[in-house]
């Protein structure tokens, strides 16, 4: 899959790399960059499957187009809603998606490969680049508090206590060294703006995490 700049191409390589980092499945993408060394495109690797909103609702009119029946992957739908796998990887992805200010996450943006997998796509919303610590932290308050995950929270039976210790358990992964990693595939003027970003993005989650988890 080919993603060009005004699709989200440098927000789509920001995902990959930050989620390769939590343990995540997102698909793998590689950024092909001007001579400027700017990120201009993004070929991304193509995941085979039905969109999570074509398995809830058995038949598939939005990833392929092709309306055709989807069944749930192996037993029933809420069984595999259930599955810790399955729980796991879409924390991961809330987790991700509130650092990059990516607000929409809805059902659409998750493959399920025939296997059973759920697999997070299309992170092209995501602001990573911006700067402003409070519109960072609006935007982290609502990719956590959108009803869009609240509903998906409910049919996998997700606790607020589980975003916490997951990121209790993976945060620790983003550290200086594998974040100067990914920042390296910015031009050298940008990096160290970028760098301090994402280390004050990564700062301020636990805290707005309690906040909003504890809310009603």
């Not at 620790?172 to 004050?200: C, H, M, Y």
């Amino acid at each position: 899959m080919f993603k060009e700049s005004f699709e989200g191409a440098a927000e789509e390589v920001v995902a990959f790399e930050l989620g390769r980092l939590l343990g995540l499945n997102v698909p793998y993408t590689e950024a092909i960059r001007g001579a400027d060394g700017q990120v201009q495109a993004a070929l991304m690797r193509w995941v085979p499957g039905a969109c999570l909103n074509a398995v809830i609702e058995g038949i598939d009119r939005n990833c392929q187009r092709d309306g055709r029946e989807v069944r749930s992957p192996g037993g029933s739908l809420e069984a595999w809603f259930g599955r810790p796998e399955v729980r796991d990887q879409y924390i991961r992805d809330r987790i991700l998606s509130a650092i990059l200010g990516d607000h929409d996450r809805r059902d659409m943006n998750y493959m399920v490969t025939p296997d059973g997998r759920l697999v997070a796509i299309d992170h092209g919303a995501a602001e990573p680049f911006e700067e402003n610590l409070a519109a960072v932290e609006a935007k982290m308050r609502d990719r956590l508090a959108n009803p869009r995950s609240r509903t998906l929270d409910r049919r996998m039976q997700v606790r607020p206590e589980d975003v916490e210790a997951l990121w209790g358990r993976v945060g620790s992964q983003l550290t200086d060294g594998a974040l100067d990693r990914i920042v390296a595939n910015f031009p050298p003027a940008d990096r160290a703006r970028i760098l301090e970003t994402w280390k004050r993005r990564i700062a301020l989650l636990p805290r707005v995490m309690r906040d909003v988890l504890a809310a009603p």
